[in-house]
């Protein structure tokens, strides 16, 4: 048997030297990988091992020796317990340099590419309000009703009266549905029975026109409450343009189902990306950071170089947002997206926006993509915005045969592009430069924009 150089209930000191996915700090005991909750890079902790494995072990912080000059006291009273932050303990000039960091390791370490630009990650002049769209699970314990966010690696709920992430008008929807579920009694959803009506509270606003849409997520068609809470939010809260009820019966983890009813308004909002007009239902998938989204697809539209002579694909193309970035100096742009309802919101903010030099397929893109090939329809750019799963290798394979000159790869997840940018490079492209940008100041997420180019 191995002699482990950690064990269960002892005590260590650790110096913590990097930030994992899941924001926890990482450090080494004989160089066997110790993930510490809280632990945040240049502490030097005392840790007790709290889960010992073959490869790694989990440590709890007994006492913080040498605090690192990196830590700063979250502003978020909650940030320990709720999931929606995992690093606003550390200064946000620090956020940015790991971000950075977790991109160029990826790319060493998974895509094994040398020589390529890394720059440093851009981020918000004020890294705090910055999201457009909040999902909050409504619960009751012990007799008490709930609205936050979901406690890390949990369904408990952390109650919240305050999100510092997301727009502030959301601390006015929270207060107001608390007050009103307790003085009408509202039933709530219980997800181990079933029953109940309540599921979850979702707000969309428009940083461009402060214009919001409250959407009340129901255990079936019921909505007893229907009249009277149209009439108190509209009262309460003027800014409200849109009240939809969606309908989820579905015993799943999954928040929106997908028949919705307008209860006022219009069903809908519109935002604005640059000069681009966006409109926004409860089911249209939309970047929930305005103001970074239009730095990332700038950045795409530069490293695109487009003349306006140009034929682009852009694949994943989701409602076309970046589709009509493409658009404005392109000659055509293909978009290609497996769910339909994205390619009906892609084709209507075409129209919304007077462009008539773009086309929608649907269809998932490692079918349809060399489908369209065989047909003879070929791109002088790509642009590819995958899941965080990345492109399928067929995808990249038939990329490659189009022969373009550029291709610009926007990512969310650093090691399934630097797996892509390595099968891209054994097909004949080499990657130039990437530019991290902080769309989600105080998570660990990182998008990214590489620019892709002809060996």
Known sequence: MVNMPVKEGEKYTVEIIDIGESGEGIGKIDGFTVFVEGGIPDDKVVIEAIKVKKNYAMGRIVEIKERSPHRVNPVC?????????????????????????????????????????????????????????????????????????????????????????????????????????????VSIYDKKTGKGILRHILTRVSYASGDLMVVIITNGKKLPFRDEIVRVLTKEIPEIKSIIQNINSKKTNVILGHECKTLYGQGKIVDYIGDLKFEISPLSFFQVNSFQTKILYDKALEYAGLSGNETVFDIYCGIGSISLFLAQ???????????????????????LNNMDNTEFFVGKAEELVPKLYKKGLKADVVVVDPPRKGCEKVVLETIAMMNPERIVYVSCKPSTLARDLKILDELGYRTVEIQPVDMFPHTTHVETVALIEKK
Do not use: W
Not at 111 to 130: A, Q, R, V
């Open 77 to 185: 009273p909650v940030e320990k317990d709720c999931g929606g932050c995992q690093i606003q303990n550390i200064n946000y000039a620090k956020q940015l340099e790991i971000k950075k960091n977790r991109v160029e390791s990826s790319i060493e370490r998974i895509g094994k590419l040398e020589g390529i630009l890394i720059h440093d990650t851009l981020g918000m002049d004020i890294p705090f309000n910055y999201r457009n769209k909040a999902q909050f699970p409504v619960g009751k314990e012990k007799g008490q009703s709930l609205i936050g966010f979901y406690k890390k690696g949990t369904h408990h709920i952390v109650d919240l009266d305050s999100c510092k992430i997301q727009h502030s008008i959301n601390d006015r929807i929270v207060k107001l549905f608390k007050n009103f579920i307790e003085k009408n009694k």
């Open 329 to 351: 100096k392109a000659k055509k742009v293909y978009g290609i997206e497996v769910i339909d309802a994205a390619i009906r919101d892609a084709e209507n903010n075409a129209r």
